[in-house]
């Protein structure tokens, strides 16, 4: 995996330049706008130096040249989104990133999750959970490039940002990545509730839908949200009599197909994040 800065959004005070000048920076990737806080640039230094910026260091050293490009005095950052690019591809993340997305909305308080469906192919495109400050927005690279990049993006926001947080938002999110698998048990207990609740609706007869008529079939159906074995017996045990043992052992010998997600996978997983996190940081101390 590899981290980086993606997108940042700085604040001044101060317009040095005609604003219809600055405008024509080809690093701003929106117009300047003027709000509350100042004035608004939203910057891609990569497009500063034609290429990836590899260390925030670097990154801290690119800015003030586009500071002084811009002819400002001074200035913060008010939004930062740190991007990580995996080796996999969107559909072999989908399950543990949508896992993902749930324990950030839990962490940040915030259950504004969805899922965006792609127009090309119809396919799933992406995973986001946002609010005022923080957001993640996982997406499928490979769709959006046209095929140009095979992999997946997670994008973590952190926005109004103030003059203090200069050098904090990499050990923000780090911090985040280590007790985001604290969240499991929460979202078990959400899961089953939000899933049962799902099955009243879906196997009465009146629904406006095609109803599910067994609980194998309403596996079938939403095994993207089944993450863990302990979701599973938790709806089984809402539903159904008898063990749980034995009615998996029956459904995986009757073809079902599902992976549930250990503690130690999605612990391992966002280790391997904050890893790539971390390695990006490290030249700034």
Known sequence: MRAYTH???????????????????????????????????PINANKFVHRDIESYEELVSV??????????????IDRQDIAVDTTASYDELYKINRMLVLLFGLHTNNKNVTSIEGIRELKKRALVCHDRKY????????????????????????????????NKVLQELCKMLRVLPKH??????????TLYKLWLTESAPDYKNTPVHSLPEFFRRHGDDIFTTNIARGLHDKILKGKYENWIGHYRQSGGNIHFIRKTEIKNYCNSIKKAVENYAKSCG
């Open 7 to 41: 997108t940042l959004q700085m604040v001044s005070e101060e317009l040095a330049i005609p604003i219809e000048e600055a405008n024509q920076r080809p690093y701003l990737t929106k117009n300047i706008s003027r709000v509350q806080r100042g004035i608004l640039y």
């Open 63 to 76: 800015l003030d040249l586009i500071k002084q490009d811009l002819e400002v005095d001074e200035w913060f």
């Open 135 to 166: 957001e993640l927005y996982i997406y499928d690279k490979r769709l959006e490039s046209g095929g140009k990049y095979p992999y997946s993006r997670c994008e973590f926001r952190f926005k109004l940002l103030d003059a203090n947080h200069r």
């Open 184 to 193: 499991l048990d929460e979202l078990n207990k959400l899961k089953i509730d």
